[in-house]
Nanobody, 122 residues
């Protein structure tokens, strides 16, 4: 089991950028798929970006070309660089990890998730 702690959220103007970070602890020796999903108020959870242990990335169509996911296994840290932010990107963003599931559409069902970090774009 792995524990996840996100940071880096905040309020930014339309068109701005943010970088989210997620530090993993616990059973980090296992090979995990990791990623980010988000949940806006009153809406369902939405997978944003996933990355496997071979650094293959997968993105939701809504963020393709604007967001970039990366991971630094030496630091047990996952990142999400968000550029050209739009009001519809406003949500709580969660880091997630799973030893078996992998893919942007599966993210909300990943085994481990963090507490979330708020991103507000206005």
């Amino acid at each position: 089991h792995v524990q996840l702690v996100e940071s880096g959220g905040g309020s930014v103007p339309v068109g701005g950028s943010l970088r989210l970070s997620c530090v993993a602890s616990g059973d980090t020796d296992s090979e995990y798929c990791m990623g980010w999903f988000r949940q806006a108020e009153g809406k369902e959870r939405e997978g944003v970006a996933s990355i496997d242990d071979r650094f293959n990335a997968d993105y939701a169509d809504s963020v393709q070309g604007r967001f970039a996911i990366s991971r630094d296994n030496a630091k047990d840290t996952l990142y999400l660089q968000m550029n050209s932010l739009k009001p519809e990107d406003t949500a709580t963003y969660y880091c997630a990890a799973d030893p078996q599931r992998c893919g942007v559409f599966l993210l909300p069902r990943y085994k481990s998730r963090g507490q979330g970090t708020q991103v507000t774009v206005s």
